[in-house]
């Protein structure tokens, strides 16, 4: 599967954005799919996950109540919702797939994706 990451782009402090990640070479609902980021100077940390039926989400604490994670596997669109965003949430964004089974535990580590796509850059003015 290949995922072409969208959507970033530069946004003051409190502001919105939505990313998209769209699937391509087999159906996204084959996947669950998630949601990294990495700002400068600092490892890819995870922000959120999906189910591939879209039932279970997952996310971290810094972006609880903040971001949503979202699917529509008719489109094989996976979208990042984000809202009150912070100049921490500064980074490039990547979405990422995962063949295997979901659960809290496995979802949010960096090695448990097959597929990664190439990234978004999100920036957040003070």
């Known amino acids: 599967v290949q995922l072409q990451a969208s959507g970033g782009g530069l946004v003051q402090a409190g502001g919105s954005l939505r990313l998209s990640c769209a699937a391509s070479?087999?159906?996204?609902?084959?996947?669950?799919m998630g949601w990294f980021r990495q700002a400068p100077g600092k490892g890819r940390e995870f922000v959120a996950a999906?189910?591939?039926?879209?039932?279970?989400?997952y996310y971290a604490e810094s972006v609880k109540g903040r971001f949503t994670i979202s699917r529509d596997n008719a489109q094989n669109t996976v979208y990042l919702q984000m809202n009150s965003l912070k100049p921490e949430d500064t980074a490039v964004y990547y979405c990422?797939?995962?063949?295997?089974?979901?659960?809290?535990?496995?979802?949010?580590?960096?090695?448990?994706?097959?597929?990664w796509g190439q990234g978004t850059l999100v920036t957040v003015s003070s």
């Open positions: 990422a797939a995962d063949e295997g089974i979901a659960y809290s535990g496995r979802i949010s580590r960096l090695g448990t994706y097959d597929y």
């Open positions: 070479g087999r159906t996204s609902s084959s996947y669950n």
């Open positions: 999906i189910s591939r039926s879209g039932v279970s989400t």
